[in-house]
């Protein structure tokens, strides 16, 4: 049998290399070079691609060219020695190595991490903001209840409901994911939305060199549409909900499904190389590599020693993409029980990524969850994830199962990094890692399974971003909300937004919430309700029957839009009381006056039982500056609250009783 080498042939210095960057759009796309000036990142010669009539040449010579780096100037073949001196003696090739062995002299370099006066700053405008708080904002399009079911506990582990409540799913972010085939990704219900809003930008087939991401696709292979899924689903019976389901993405192929080759490193550094010339922001790889299985492979596998960051090329792309602005997340492996490579594979031993661990529900670790640390004695992972019964969309387009294993931890937090860019596009990838091993659950106590933990994602937010600078909209308020079922033409209330970001005016109109069965909301908000500008009415009785006294809720789904076009909904609830004469228009909570002087403010209350209500003053960085505990009588209370001594600005009012919650902005002059 003829024996075939893999080469990497490295190139000599790139031809006008001062001229071409003078043109970066010419090799970069625009979404690249914003990121890189809103980042304050520099193209350099390694960005330039390496000159067509250079790969032409050796494509001419050898058997089979599996790929080129752009970023390290080389090329990998498989051929045959009689072909290497060929090659050799081009004018343009420097040396000549084994693929994947790097430079025994090679280092890599971490970049500088933000200084400690700017986190201290971003430390001070969020640290108050409590749970308690961010409840109020209204999560959109799913109720917030929908995160309590079984499918979706993996999203509360990570606190992806309060980012999603805020407003951050991931939009204006694109997520590349480097995988194996994504067969189902074009055909499956829970990515629908994903495909008809166009927001799947780019694919690429590295493995068979096709634009064509399903030519080569398989019913028998879906892991890389299951990966794509833990972080895109949008399912409208909430059985799958990704952790960034409104961002934008680029698929690559870059395993081969058919067995485990050197080839594949190559396809993942050129996925890499091209997500970041798309734009890229964030980049999810749920592979990782150590041994290969062919006899002419056996030469190129690794062992636990190469485990440095820097000997395999495809972990130092992973590092150079991570110093040009792109988030890396790898999932670790599986091979925690293995106790010949209990370890990570490749590239997850990268420096300054991050690469995820795999627990259970009870938030342990899983035993196959590979482990720590790195050759040079770096921690690893950076964080853990539920990585067991992970909910992923199935092969049939209306099914669904569960899986386990580090591939399906690593989406679940690539897509909350691509949450937090979105709420604050300036962070550096350092910047993001440190924060989430802040916020790990051992990060005090990390060990070789655990890393740094489970990241608190809401506490990472409130670190990363300017409260007041971000806080999304808080809602829709209707002014009152008990009708009488005999009313009819009469106006319920009167409907305002309370947006701290903007002064615009909205306008308003009923909603059917996504997943809601469009005749049952129909009937009840078309039918009995109605918006005219920003008042809200009974449009005809509601029918009970006769003696009835039971009251009756109405779930209205509204939606408000800005002068600018933003928009956001809000679940009202009004209640209707079967006696004739009952309509009111007075709410269930009545705060004047407001806005107030001094340090006195009235609370009027329309209670329907004896209960006791919490109230809560909080500032806009979410500080409670106020608690106070009241019992109330069944009927009207009205009495005088004392705050303490604040100064003049704007507030916000929660008061919490029983099944209800008011909140009111209140402003102090």
């Known amino acids: 049998m003829r024996r075939v080498d893999i080469t990497t042939f490295f ?183 994903l495909r008809d809003e ?39 019976t909430e059985k799958a909900l990704g952790t960034a389901y409104e961002a934008d993405f680029a698929l690559y192929q870059t395993e081969d499904n058919d067995r485990e080759t050197p080839r594949e490193l190559t396809h993942w550094i050129s996925a890499v190389e091209r997500a970041d010339s798309l734009g890229a922001d964030v980049i999810n790889t749920s592979l990782g590599y150590t041994t290969f299985d062919r006899e002419d492979n056996a030469f190129y596998s690794f062992e636990q020693s190469n485990l440095d960051g820097k000997t395999a090329y495809a972990s130092r792309a992973a590092t150079l993409a991570s110093h040009k602005g792109i988030m890396i997340v790898i999932s670790m492996g599986n091979s925690g029980n293995q106790a010949s490579w209990p370890k990570m594979g490749i590239p997850s031993d990268a420096d300054s990524i991050l690469s995820i661990g795999a627990t259970d529900y009870d938030e342990t670790v899983v035993g196959f969850s590979s482990q720590g640390p790195t050759a040079d004695g770096r921690i690893k992972p950076e964080a853990i994830a539920p990585g067991s019964g992970v909910p992923i969309l199935d092969a049939s387009p209306n099914e669904y199962t569960t899986a386990s294993g580090t591939s399906f931890s690593s989406p679940l937090v690539a897509g909350l990094v691509a949450c937090i860019i979105q709420a604050n596009p300036s962070l550096k990838p350092i910047d993001v890692i440190e924060a989430i091993k802040r916020h790990g659950s051992t990060a005090d106590a990390t060990t070789s399974r655990t890393g740094y933990g489970i990241p608190n994602f809401s506490n990472v937010l409130k670190e990363l971003i300017d409260v007041q600078q971000n806080l999304p909209p808080y809602g829709i308020r209707l002014s009152a909300t ?11 209330g009167t409907l305002s937004a309370l947006d701290f970001n903007t002064s615009d005016s909205h306008s308003f109109r009923l909603f059917v919430p996504e997943g809601a069965d469009p005749n049952v909301c129909n009937t009840h908000i078309n039918s009995y309700f109605r918006i005219d500008g920003m008042s809200l009415s009974l449009a005809k009785p509601i029918d009970y029957y006769e003696g009835s006294d039971i009251y009756n809720q109405y779930a209205l789904w509204i939606e408000a839009t800005d002068q600018g076009g933003e928009r956001f909904h809000e679940k009202v609830i009004v209640t209707v009381d079967p006696k004739q004469n009952a309509y009111s228009a007075t709410p269930f909570i009545h705060v004047y006056p407001n806005p107030f002087v001094g340090n006195e403010i009235h609370i009027r209350y329309s209670a329907d ?61």
């Open 482 to 492: 008990r009708v009488s079922a005999g009313d009819a033409g009469r106006t319920i």
């Open 11 to 193: 190139f000599k210095e790139k031809e006008n290399i001062s001229i071409r960057l003078a043109s970066p759009a010419s090799f970069l796309s625009q979404r690249t070079l914003a990121r890189r000036q809103r980042l304050g990142i520099s193209t350099e010669a390694n960005d330039l691609p390496i000159a067509v009539s250079r790969l032409r040449a050796v494509r001419d010579i050898v058997d089979e060219y599996v790929g080129a780096s752009r970023w390290f100037n080389f090329v990998h073949v498989f051929m045959p020695p009689s072909q290497k001196e060929r090659v050799e003696a081009l004018p343009f090739v420097d040396r000549v190595t084994s693929l994947e062995r790097g430079d025994p002299n090679g280092t890599v370099v971490r970049p500088k991490i933000h200084s400690l006066e700017k986190n201290q700053k971003l430390k001070k405008n969020v640290a108050g903001l409590t749970d308690t708080y961010l409840s109020a904002v209204a999560d959109v399009p799913f109720d917030p209840n929908a995160y309590s079911n079984k499918y979706l506990k993996n999203l509360t582990i990570l606190d992806a409901d309060i980012l999603h409540r805020l407003g951050y799913k991931g939009k204006g972010v694109l997520i590349a994911v480097n995988d194996a085939n994504f067969y189902g990704a074009h055909t499956h219900n829970s990515l629908k939305k």
């Open 609 to 669: 039982i004896e209960e006791n209500y919490q109230i809560s003053l909080y500032d806009l960085s979410g500080k409670r500056l106020f608690h106070r505990l009241t019992e109330t009588k069944a009927g009207p209370t009205d009495f005088v609250l004392s705050l303490p001594q604040i100064p003049r600005g704007t507030y916000v009012l929660i008061v919490e009783g029983g099944e209800k919650r008011y909140t009111e902005v209140v402003i102090k002059e």
């Open 198 to 236: 166009g927001r799947i930008v780019d694919t690429y087939d590295f493995v068979h060199g096709t634009s064509d991401l399903y030519a080569n696709s398989s019913v028998t292979w879906t892991h890389g549409a299951a990966v794509l899924s833990v972080i895109a689903s949008q399912d409208s």
